[in-house]
């Protein structure tokens, strides 16, 4: 057991406990186990760290807000600092590419993510302070005074990544301490993070166990600690399957859990793009559906595509580019199983297969195209709109306008829907037909883009209805909005103004933005 | 079956299809019942409701906004022009006094509340619009686009009925249909409500199915109600057994439900208030725990009394009110039954009874005040921190300030905590040491006043952890907030401003608050 990696607990790398067993990363283009042995733990390690999280959650709550983000803004400048050594062990067991995704774009995203926390935290944003001071009340959002459990995906090593994405940034911007269950296609780049956030965590004077992390544990495990009611709050991001079964055990122990599940994020071509650009589409649509290896939450999983000759000449010219592309890299022989079976699945449901299908050295795939027609489509509805992750995409056929309104009115909650229409706004008779029936299914609304950019906005929506996510009133991207999530609100009656939280007395040196008797207002209170 | 009431289903006052059975109200007072017969819906009127309410969803979706407020704001002065039949049919039901309880409290404050909703309606206060300019992307809250199913409780028949009360304002202001389930104990003011509401409703020109009502279904059909993925959101109010149920079948489809559950509502003494005014704090305990017969959410069950002369001083001047009251009458059998039974709990896990415990002529209930000393109640404080809705409250006696805060960190979630604190501040080292314990206990933190009351207020939080409520961050009272519950948050990217909802568009010609690139302002975009 010596040789095994050690975890970070109660402020301290240590030795597991009880690790029931070991695993390796995997360099996915080859199939094989790279770099040191980490270990799967136990419950003496998850107790141990929930000891160690639920004295830091005291200690977190009354910590001032320019502490924490002078932590988070540190971690930022060390993320930065350290680029390529995490550029170099994400590339080694993700496969993903270096440039431009992630080093120019994955990383800068991971340390901007930390620093807009950051800023939300020091102008106090997601704490939404409400005063009224007829009534002697005077309300704000505030930590959870319990650990958050997150748990981070397998398809963004930095920027979702259980130590270091949003679900981190804002559970700890939220003054909560946070256990983080990295995930073990990427053991070494979680481990790094975990360093570079401790060292910060030091520099920066929080509590020694605000942050720790975990590198694996058995799915029974993770049941268990999901249903213990200790915890203030879980993130996820993951699998349906993972996902609800974490979500039951959650809300049994009345446990908010904010999970982000699968999506297919449905594209609807309106005529007329197609006649506009419809070639260039086809580059735009294989270009989206492939990076990364097609493994987004956001991937565009389902194309409505007009049936007629300009629908054709799309459908083969996507055909082609697919057929001519290199197999892509999977994460993991279980991504690629899933993605196997996924593709079963469609097939079983009536869809063929345009081209691809097949597996490739290592974990590859090869970039894969399905096709059905609107009736199918609307016959198999259910069986038809499971995600497929990895590069794999269906296009249905759909005959007119109606259809494609019967089309998205199928559809089961998802993260993002998007309609093409020409520039010349010929086709905007067939979007207001079009949109509010997809506005309902999704959380965020895209007109003329690929679904795979998911800025990191105050405006973004990176969540949206039942199952796509476990809420459709939270986003996990986007500060402060995602911050709240691990909030409690929390109301003062009657509470002297000396005995008040700095933050919600008559002056307010800080400038805070209030809602002070029914209006906005950066000032203080009286006659300040 | 035709000489039962009528369901409003789909717009219409109908006979219930497939009436399981029927009930009566009962006059608390006699034990007798009053009034006409009212149907145990099945489940043809269930299905019906939801069908009406699913086409509802999609006009409510779109219909303006100035809409939905001129509805709430008809239903406000209707009711309170139909105040003097509201009053007897309520008193009749619940035996709640008429004053000052029902005309002078409860009445303007349901009629206040809808006007309040109205005015978030109008100024677009919940909808939280946030507008990044540079990333083109925009985001608000919305409707959910589907029905919300809300469960009214016993114990306000005006303020939380489920066709008046803040659920019902708050899922009809974020423009979603309302489906009500009316609580059997007062039918006929439901009743008259829902018929204000109709005419409402017909005057503003709101779809037909924006509001209905039920009076009562089995709770096996609630359960599998609660199950349907239809369903946008489910309000409930009500005891904690009911509403884990139902959160239970909720959480398994999917189904967002904001319950709120259970509340002892513990209040702290410091020593230095039983110096200052220890009587009169018997008084203002005594009004506070018998008024409405003891049965509000936030009744005060549990007061922790320092040990001492001046302690056992308030034990006893408390202990001669409540000898000396009258009997309560309580709402139904059921209500009754229950508190023995509660009664009955707490003694079992150690309290004595100091005085009260019996029941009275008709539904009344002696008001009864139980006792523990701290160490014991610490030993069993789970079953001893068991809510007894009615007139009854345990005092826990604590030998030192390190004895009230083990009490207050044995506290589970509460929607309420108070500490009493002498006017001077002498005490107030006392308050820091135990503010901050009870603090993440509760979701108001009250300072020297009874919890039972609950302004409706911006700032005001009904809600607080679990299991007080289903989620630490919502409160079921006060506007926008409440309002926020029953909404979807919706984001648009790179959408053509003249395809973007107006509040999200370059000119704001409403005023309506809004977040554009960082900071508030109610101004337009651009040259504007």
């Not at 998850?46 to 005291?58: K, S, T």
């Not at 005077?138 to 997150?150: E, T, Y």
């Not at 203030?232 to 079964?245: D, E, N, V």
Request: charged letters at 15%.
């Amino acid at each position: 057991m010596s040789t095994l990696e050690h975890v970070l607990i109660g402020g301290r790398w240590c030795a597991s406990q009880d690790a029931h067993g070991s695993f390796r990363a995997e360099d996915p283009a080859r199939a094989e186990a790279i770099g040191p042995a980490f270990p799967i733990s136990g419950k003496a390690d998850i107790e141990a760290a929930m000891q160690a999280a639920l004295q830091a959650a005291d200690a977190l709550s009354t910590i001032s807000p320019s502490r924490i983000a002078d932590f988070l803004e540190r971690y930022a400048a060390a993320i930065d600092a350290d680029g390529d050594c995490l550029v170099a062990l994400a590339h080694a067991e993700t496969a993903l590419p270096v440039e431009p995704r992630l080093r120019s774009v994955e990383l800068p995203r991971t340390s901007n993510q930390l620093r807009l926390a950051a800023q939300a935290v020091r102008h106090y944003a997601w704490t939404d302070p409400v005063i009224d001071t007829q009534a002697g009340l005077r309300a704000h959002r505030a930590p959870l005074n319990k650990p958050v459990l997150v748990f981070g995906p397998n398809n963004f090593p930095f920027a979702f990544n259980a130590i270091a994405g949003s679900d981190f940034a804002s559970a700890i911007a939220a003054r909560n301490p946070v256990i983080a269950k990295a995930h073990p296609s990427h053991p070494a780049t979680s481990q790094r993070l975990a360093q570079l956030a401790h060292a910060a965590l030091l520099e920066a004077g929080l509590p020694a166990a605000a942050v720790q992390m975990l590198y694996h544990f058995d799915n029974a495990l993770g049941l268990a600690w999901a249903g213990d009611a200790r915890l203030g709050a879980i993130g996820f991001t993951g699998s349906r399957t993972g996902g609800l079964a974490l979500k039951a055990a959650a809300d049994k122990a009345g446990v908010p859990i904010y999970a982000e599940l699968s999506s297919v994020n449905p594209v609807f071509l309106l005529p007329g793009v197609l006649a506009e650009r419809g070639e260039a589409l086809a580059q735009e649509f294989f270009a989206s559906c492939t990076m990364g290896s097609g493994q987004f939450c956001t991937n565009p999983g389902i194309v409505i595509v007009p049936e007629g000759e300009q629908g054709d000449a799309f459908v083969v010219a996507a055909t082609q580019l697919f057929a001519q592309a290199e197999p892509k890299v999977l994460f993991s022989r279980g991504v690629q199983q899933n993605l196997l079976h996924a593709v079963d699945g469609l097939r079983a449901a009536g869809a063929q297969v345009l081209t691809g299908g097949s597996v490739g050295e290592g974990y590859r795939f090869q970039p894969t195209l399905l096709n059905v027609d609107g009736d199918a489509f609307l016959a198999h509805a259910e069986g038809l709109q499971a995600e497929a992750f990895g590069p794999v995409s269906l296009i249905v056929r759909a005959a007119d306008l109606p259809a494609m309104q019967r089309i998205a009115a199928s559809f089961e909650g998802n993260l993002t829907g998007t309609i093409y229409r020409p520039a010349d706004g010929s086709d905007d008779d067939a979007w207001l037909a079009l949109a509010p029936i997809l506005r309902n299914k999704v959380g965020r609304l895209i007109a003329n883009k690929m679904p795979t950019g998911v800025a990191v906005s105050a405006a973004m929506n990176h969540g949206g209805p039942y199952p796509s996510t476990s809420n459709p009133g939270f986003t996990s991207v986007g500060m402060p909005a995602s911050i709240r999530r691990f909030s409690a609100l929390h109301s003062y009656d009657n509470v002297p103004e000396a005995l008040l939280p700095v933050e919600l007395r008559n002056r307010n040196p800080g400038g805070v933005q209030r809602l002070v008797d029914g209006r906005w207002t950066d000032g203080d209170i009286g006659q300040g």
